[in-house]
């Protein structure tokens, strides 16, 4: 029974939110449904550390879907790689469903509240999906799944810019599909595969062909989009900004650092290091983009009124932290991103959490009516200065760790440049962070308000926060473990494709 | 020696940190208690701590020494605590919570990175001074004061990427985070010292000292004065022990703030310049390198840590009770507060090196060091500093707030603790200036000094000497109107005369200079203000919202890199 169980693990962290998606809409109740996402993302989270442990001692955990032998059927594979990024994906799923429910209920009609849990559940088995997988096609559909629930989440946000954020962002997120879409099908026609293990076997024998030098473009370019590195993340701001506070936080803490996964995952898993970073300039082209994400991101984080948008540019910044790692294409610098990844996603989830928990109260986002909050929510607004600290990267918070790790990969890689670059966004970051801050603490709460009457946010909104908040803090001052994991992530990512 | 001493965890600067966080959460009536005892007990348990290394930890594949106990270290963490003490005496009628838990945080962060045995954990805690520090500048709770102190902050942090920077190119290059000496000749170690320099205020990298510390509240700016340059210094003599650059960058030092401080009237400011004028001393003292020097250097930081605490305390005091510290609205306050007006001028004395206090003990030491190894130019610019010491600190300052004409304040003496806080710090002056053998005894290295020998009282006589000879030179040298010719020698002389139109002279230079600068930086400042506006304020090009044709032409033209590139 248990063997069993352990078996079929792989396919059942997909399958058991993907089912439950429905069930709440049979239930048609808001606690049910919500009773449902939590029941869910909960074992889901809980099966994605099993399946840690196992990719640990395992190296691999490999699961083929109905039997069916790979390279023919489908199959799901699990390294050290996706598990992390599973974890990340399924742990801040769990906590949001201890979060959610008094934000979504302040937000959302509660006739439509059994309609956010079940997106949320397709969102999740679509992230999960991606990172489980081992076929390059079944990752574009679970793309798409996840896409597909986010939009209609992100159009259910309170206030009516909601619809244009959502339609522009499934445009985008559409186009990026397609030709995510477009570059599978040019590597498909020339290798006749789709499982990624045997495209990696030989797409070798093809690399000089013209079709799989513009199917390594369609890829990156699409899931570029996806991920929101510049000039392809317009879509995010307005996305993360009038999207509902619940699901603001889940999206920016999960969807594109899985884009992100993905990205990686084709470039070295499949085109192989050698390739796409050797003979073609990747590198120096993601580096690029990733500087100026890192600058323009932040200077643009810094004019923000709304503090939901000045949280959303800051991601911009940050994912091209992200990607500036990865695209160092080496053993520190794959690690240093990965870091990165999993920590900004704990980061920005507190953060946003943080947020909603004071637009839960003060019923509107600017900075300005954030004013004096530090008062009248200690709690909150504490993990808010914490989560912010961390984002600038201060010792004892996993900010501080991804910075010193990207610091060293770069300068190990002698890109002096984007060293510098990193460090003049960082204090950029003070600003940002600082404005906010500033605004809770020193400025004084407005006597004409009427929400006097709320204390602080409710439990289940705290518990979650601080939760992210304890693990950002456990990881900076003990961040062996993590570092360890992502390094044999990174020496499987790097050494494999070589 | 029991166990647990061996252990990370009994370290002073943690006590000095949980015992930040116990603030946080205690109620009101209790802070008094704990801002007196966490102190000492962490003084306590620093003399526990026999000299060695502790705390090793393994933080991401590094191997930490959080805790080194030797000489130089704990002369710096003594001071660090009983000035945390004393600042925790004179902020204990303060009602804010945040004051009194940035207060510890940032001594708890300044002790730690002190006793710091390698670049990591040093960094760590420096900027963690930076952090808990710029807290006593927002306390002040007004919008200049968050000006101010982001500028501070991101001013700290600058110093703090440089340190970090700086430490990972040194284990590159060298393979060991381990912070002993690092010279000038690797860039990591370039990197290092100009993230020392920053915070030690060098010249043209001092102007937040002057920006930031006026701004705090009153207790504020006391505990400011304390840590963070002279956490710097201790730096500096850790990594920097004799290298000849300090030696002419600490003379320079010694010698330009004085002019700013004549001609300034906030007499907060007036105290922050000579601050800087008074860490010269040191950095020239590292610089000479030889053990006299850096015990110099040391037992100068402990006793300024003192002295200029004391005048700060006063100052505080005046301002806490008048309302203001411009020289130009002060006057007469010896009868509103005498207490206050007598442990000023200890702190005057002492700064200003009068024998039987304690700058005299300690300045002596550094200059007989810079004469023993013939650094005469130094040497000089030191003896011409301490005439402007003398000047500013030694006689304005006092002056002008309890002296000179009566501006009719009548307020009430400082609270008690004030005046406790003050009292104390004023005896600790007078009791190192009068038998400073305890205080030699524990600086780090043995060295037979006496100060109160023939020579060094020579020494003494020809520094005051000099210092005649200096103002005489002023006076010849035509910089006096000559009407100013006949006046009697007064102490109001120095200030009203002539340092004031060599002052007024160099401000002259400087301000035009500085005007034409502004100018230039303004206009610059306008285009790149009205650039970044257009470009990522809210409604920017970057940041507004784009339709979606534009992003699709965007992702369409990124494509068409890739692929062209690619081809």
């Given at each position: 029974?248990?063997?069993?169980?352990?078996?079929?693990?792989?396919?059942?962290?997909?399958?058991?939110?993907?089912?439950?998606?429905?069930?709440?809409?049979?239930?048609?109740?808001?606690?049910?449904?919500?009773?449902?996402?939590?029941?869910?993302?909960?074992?889901?989270?809980?099966?994605?550390?099993?399946?840690?442990?196992?990719?640990?001692?395992?190296?691999?955990?490999?699961?083929?879907?109905?039997?069916?032998?790979?390279?023919?059927?489908?199959?799901?594979?699990?390294?050290?790689?996706?598990?992390?990024?599973?974890?990340?994906?399924?742990?801040?799923?769990?906590?949001?469903?201890?979060?959610?429910?008094?934000?979504?209920?302040?937000?959302?009609?509660?006739?439509?509240?059994?309609?956010?849990?079940?997106?949320?559940?397709?969102?999740?088995?679509?992230?999960?999906?991606?990172?489980?997988?081992?076929?390059?096609?079944?990752?574009?559909?679970?793309?798409?799944?996840?896409?597909?629930?986010?939009?209609?989440?992100?159009?259910?946000?309170?206030?009516?810019?909601?619809?244009?954020?959502?339609?522009?962002?499934?445009?985008?997120?559409?186009?990026?599909?397609?030709?995510?879409?477009?570059?599978?099908?040019?590597?498909?026609?020339?290798?006749?595969?789709?499982?990624?293990?045997?495209?990696?076997?030989?797409?070798?024998?093809?690399?000089?062909?013209?079709?799989?030098?513009?199917?390594?473009?369609?890829?990156?370019?699409?899931?570029?989009?996806?991920?929101?590195?510049?000039?392809?993340?317009?879509?995010?701001?307005?996305?993360?900004?009038?999207?509902?506070?619940?699901?603001?936080?889940?999206?920016?803490?999960?969807?594109?650092?899985?884009?992100?996964?993905?990205?990686?995952?084709?470039?070295?898993?499949?085109?192989?290091?050698?390739?796409?970073?050797?003979?073609?300039?990747?590198?120096?082209?993601?580096?690029?983009?990733?500087?100026?994400?890192?600058?323009?991101?932040?200077?643009?984080?810094?004019?923000?009124?709304?503090?939901?948008?000045?949280?959303?540019?800051?991601?911009?910044?940050?994912?091209?932290?992200?990607?500036?790692?990865?695209?160092?294409?080496?053993?520190?610098?794959?690690?240093?991103?990965?870091?990165?990844?999993?920590?900004?996603?704990?980061?920005?989830?507190?953060?946003?959490?943080?947020?909603?928990?004071?637009?839960?109260?003060?019923?509107?986002?600017?900075?300005?009516?954030?004013?004096?909050?530090?008062?009248?929510?200690?709690?909150?607004?504490?993990?808010?200065?914490?989560?912010?600290?961390?984002?600038?990267?201060?010792?004892?918070?996993?900010?501080?760790?991804?910075?010193?790790?990207?610091?060293?990969?770069?300068?190990?890689?002698?890109?002096?440049?984007?060293?510098?670059?990193?460090?003049?966004?960082?204090?950029?970051?003070?600003?940002?962070?600082?404005?906010?801050?500033?605004?809770?603490?020193?400025?004084?709460?407005?006597?004409?308000?009427?929400?006097?009457?709320?204390?602080?946010?409710?439990?289940?909104?705290?518990?979650?926060?601080?939760?992210?908040?304890?693990?950002?803090?456990?990881?900076?001052?003990?961040?062996?473990?993590?570092?360890?994991?992502?390094?044999?992530?990174?020496?499987?990512?790097?050494?494999?494709?070589? | 020696?029991?166990?647990?001493?061996?252990?990370?965890?009994?370290?002073?600067?943690?006590?000095?940190?949980?015992?930040?966080?116990?603030?946080?959460?205690?109620?009101?009536?209790?802070?008094?208690?704990?801002?007196?005892?966490?102190?000492?007990?962490?003084?306590?348990?620093?003399?526990?701590?026999?000299?060695?290394?502790?705390?090793?930890?393994?933080?991401?594949?590094?191997?930490?020494?959080?805790?080194?106990?030797?000489?130089?270290?704990?002369?710096?963490?003594?001071?660090?605590?009983?000035?945390?003490?004393?600042?925790?005496?004179?902020?204990?009628?303060?009602?804010?919570?945040?004051?009194?838990?940035?207060?510890?945080?940032?001594?708890?962060?300044?002790?730690?990175?002190?006793?710091?045995?390698?670049?990591?954990?040093?960094?760590?805690?420096?900027?963690?001074?930076?952090?808990?520090?710029?807290?006593?500048?927002?306390?002040?709770?007004?919008?200049?004061?968050?000006?101010?102190?982001?500028?501070?902050?991101?001013?700290?942090?600058?110093?703090?990427?440089?340190?970090?920077?700086?430490?990972?190119?040194?284990?590159?290059?060298?393979?060991?985070?381990?912070?002993?000496?690092?010279?000038?000749?690797?860039?990591?170690?370039?990197?290092?010292?100009?993230?020392?320099?920053?915070?030690?205020?060098?010249?043209?990298?001092?102007?937040?000292?002057?920006?930031?510390?006026?701004?705090?509240?009153?207790?504020?700016?006391?505990?400011?004065?304390?840590?963070?340059?002279?956490?710097?210094?201790?730096?500096?003599?850790?990594?920097?022990?004799?290298?000849?650059?300090?030696?002419?960058?600490?003379?320079?030092?010694?010698?330009?703030?004085?002019?700013?401080?004549?001609?300034?009237?906030?007499?907060?400011?007036?105290?922050?310049?000579?601050?800087?004028?008074?860490?010269?001393?040191?950095?020239?003292?590292?610089?000479?390198?030889?053990?006299?020097?850096?015990?110099?250097?040391?037992?100068?930081?402990?006793?300024?840590?003192?002295?200029?605490?004391?005048?700060?305390?006063?100052?505080?005091?005046?301002?806490?009770?008048?309302?203001?510290?411009?020289?130009?609205?002060?006057?007469?306050?010896?009868?509103?507060?005498?207490?206050?007006?007598?442990?000023?001028?200890?702190?005057?004395?002492?700064?200003?090196?009068?024998?039987?206090?304690?700058?005299?003990?300690?300045?002596?030491?550094i200059l007989t060091a810079a004469a023993e190894n013939h650094h005469w130019i130094a040497w000089m610019a030191m003896l011409v500093a301490s005439a402007g010491v003398l000047d500013h600190s030694?006689?304005?300052?006092?002056?002008?707030?309890?002296?000179?004409?009566?501006?009719?304040?009548?307020?009430?003496?400082?609270?008690?603790?004030?005046?406790?806080?003050?009292?104390?710090?004023?005896?600790?002056?007078?009791?190192?200036?009068?038998?400073?053998?305890?205080?030699?005894?524990?600086?780090?290295?043995?060295?037979?000094?006496?100060?109160?020998?023939?020579?060094?009282?020579?020494?003494?006589?020809?520094?005051?000497?000099?210092?005649?000879?200096?103002?005489?030179?002023?006076?010849?040298?035509?910089?006096?109107?000559?009407?100013?010719?006949?006046?009697?020698?007064?102490?109001?002389?120095?200030?009203?005369?002539?340092?004031?139109?060599?002052?007024?002279?160099?401000?002259?230079?400087?301000?035009?200079?500085?005007?034409?600068?502004?100018?230039?930086?303004?206009?610059?400042?306008?285009?790149?203000?009205?650039?970044?506006?257009?470009?990522?304020?809210?409604?920017?090009?970057?940041?507004?919202?784009?339709?979606?044709?534009?992003?699709?032409?965007?992702?369409?033209?990124?494509?068409?890199?890739?692929?062209?590139?690619?081809?």
């Amino acid at each position: 029974m248990i063997t069993a169980f352990f078996n079929q693990m792989p396919v059942l962290v997909v399958v058991v939110p993907l089912l439950a998606a429905p069930l709440c809409v049979l239930a048609h109740r808001a606690f049910a449904a919500w009773l449902l996402y939590v029941l869910a993302s909960w074992s889901a989270f809980g099966m994605a550390f099993l399946l840690f442990v196992q990719a640990k001692i395992a190296g691999q955990v490999s699961y083929a879907v109905g039997d069916w032998a790979p390279p023919f059927g489908i199959e799901l594979v699990i390294d050290t790689y996706s598990a992390l990024v599973l974890l990340l994906v399924t742990g801040v799923a769990a906590l949001t469903g201890i979060y959610a429910r008094k934000s979504i209920a302040s937000e959302i009609t509660i006739e439509r509240e059994y309609l956010v849990f079940a997106l949320m559940l397709l969102c999740l088995a679509g992230l999960i999906g991606i990172t489980v997988t081992g076929d390059a096609f079944n990752l574009f559909v679970f793309l798409e799944i996840s896409s597909l629930s986010s939009y209609a989440l992100i159009a259910m946000g309170p206030k009516r810019r909601a619809l244009l954020s959502s339609f522009q962002y499934l445009i985008m997120g559409t186009v990026g599909g397609t030709f995510l879409l477009i570059g599978i099908g040019l590597i498909f026609m020339m290798t006749g595969t789709l499982n990624m293990a045997d495209l990696a076997e030989r797409l070798p024998g093809v690399y000089d062909t013209r079709t799989v030098q513009a199917g390594l473009a369609f890829v990156v370019v699409g899931l570029s989009l996806k991920a929101a590195l510049m000039p392809a993340h317009i879509w995010l701001p307005n996305a993360y900004t009038y999207a509902p506070s619940t699901v603001s936080a889940f999206i920016a803490a999960t969807a594109t650092k899985v884009a992100v996964y993905a990205l990686f995952r084709f470039v070295f898993t499949i085109f192989g290091v050698g390739y796409a970073f050797g003979s073609l300039p990747l590198g120096t082209l993601l580096l690029t983009l990733a500087a100026i994400s890192m600058i323009a991101g932040s200077l643009a984080s810094i004019f923000q009124t709304d503090v939901k948008r000045l949280l959303a540019w800051s991601s911009v910044a940050q994912m091209g932290y992200i990607v500036a790692g990865f695209a160092l294409a080496s053993t520190a610098g794959v690690s240093a991103g990965l870091v990165h990844l999993l920590n900004h996603g704990i980061i920005k989830g507190a953060l946003f959490m943080a947020v909603g928990a004071m637009i839960w109260r003060v019923r509107a986002s600017s900075i300005n009516d954030l004013a004096g909050l530090g008062r009248a929510m200690p709690l909150t607004s504490a993990a808010f200065v914490v989560g912010g600290l961390s984002l600038i990267g201060v010792p004892a918070t996993a900010g501080f760790i991804s910075k010193w790790a990207l610091l060293s990969a770069l300068f190990e890689a002698g890109r002096y440049g984007v060293m510098a670059v990193l460090l003049v966004a960082s204090l950029l970051s003070i600003i940002y962070v600082g404005r906010v801050i500033e605004a809770l603490y020193f400025r004084p709460l407005p006597d004409d308000v009427s929400h006097h009457q709320h204390g602080e946010a409710p439990l289940g909104m705290q518990v979650a926060t601080w939760a992210l908040i304890a693990i950002n803090i456990a990881i900076g001052v003990h961040a062996t473990p993590e570092l360890e994991a992502t390094g044999r992530a990174a020496a499987l990512l790097v050494g494999g494709g070589t | 020696m029991s166990d647990w001493l061996g252990h990370a965890l009994a370290s002073p600067a943690l006590v000095l940190m949980l015992g930040a966080l116990l603030i946080a959460a205690l109620p009101r009536w209790l802070h008094g208690v704990w801002l007196l005892t966490i102190p000492a007990a962490a003084l306590a348990l620093l003399w526990q701590l026999p000299m060695g290394e502790y705390g090793q930890l393994s933080l991401f594949g590094f191997d930490l020494t959080t805790l080194r106990v030797d000489g130089l270290s704990r002369i710096w963490a003594t001071i660090f605590l009983i000035a945390a003490f004393l600042t925790g005496l004179y902020a204990l009628h303060v009602n804010d919570r945040l004051q009194h838990v940035a207060a510890l945080a940032y001594a708890g962060a300044a002790v730690g990175a002190v006793l710091a045995g390698d670049l990591v954990t040093l960094f760590i805690f420096w900027e963690a001074t930076a952090i808990a520090s710029v807290f006593l500048i927002w306390a002040q709770r007004t919008i200049k004061a968050h000006i101010v102190g982001l500028r501070y902050l991101v001013i700290q942090v600058i110093s703090g990427l440089l340190l970090m920077m700086g430490a990972i190119i040194h284990y590159h290059a060298t393979g060991s985070i381990a912070f002993n000496h690092l010279g000038l000749a690797t860039p990591g170690g370039l990197l290092i010292f100009a993230a020392f320099g920053i915070k030690a205020a060098f010249p043209l990298l001092h102007n937040w000292v002057q920006d930031a510390y006026p701004e705090a509240t009153v207790s504020g700016t006391v505990i400011l004065s304390i840590y963070t340059t002279k956490l710097a210094i201790y730096s500096l003599a850790r990594g920097y022990a004799g290298t000849e650059a300090l030696i002419t960058i600490g003379a320079i030092m010694t010698i330009f703030p004085i002019f700013f401080a004549v001609i300034e009237n906030d007499l907060r400011r007036v105290l922050a310049y000579s601050l800087n004028n008074q860490l010269g001393f040191m950095v020239v003292g590292i610089g000479i390198g030889t053990p006299l020097a850096l015990n110099g250097a040391a037992a100068h930081a402990f006793a300024h840590i003192l002295y200029k605490g004391l005048l700060f305390m006063s100052m505080g005091a005046v301002l806490y009770r008048v309302g203001t510290v411009k020289a130009s609205e002060l006057g007469g306050l010896y009868k509103s507060m005498p207490w206050t007006a007598a442990f000023c001028i200890v702190g005057s004395m002492s700064i200003s090196a009068f024998p039987l206090f304690s700058g005299f003990v300690t300045k002596s030491m550094i200059l007989t060091a810079a004469a023993e190894n013939h650094h005469w130019i130094a040497w000089m610019a030191m003896l011409v500093a301490s005439a402007g010491v003398l000047d500013h600190s030694g006689i304005k300052v006092p002056f002008f707030s309890f002296f000179h004409h009566d501006a009719g304040f009548r307020v009430r003496e400082a609270p008690l603790n004030m005046l406790l806080a003050m009292g104390a710090t004023a005896a600790l002056c007078i009791g190192i200036g009068v038998y400073p053998a305890p205080l030699y005894a524990i600086l780090p290295f043995d060295v037979d000094y006496s100060p109160y020998t023939t020579t060094h009282v020579v020494n003494q006589l020809q520094l005051l000497m000099f210092a005649a000879l200096a103002f005489v030179v002023l006076f010849r040298s035509g910089l006096y109107p000559p009407e100013v010719r006949g006046v009697n020698l007064d102490t109001d002389w120095l200030y009203r005369a002539a340092l004031p139109a060599a002052g007024r002279a160099i401000h002259r230079g400087v301000s035009a200079l500085r005007a034409g600068l502004v100018r230039g930086l303004a206009q610059l400042a306008g285009v790149a203000q009205h650039w970044l506006t257009e470009g990522f304020g809210t409604n920017g090009v970057a940041a507004r919202t784009w339709t979606s044709g534009v992003m699709l032409l965007w992702v369409t033209a990124l494509l068409a890199a890739y692929l062209l590139i690619y081809y």
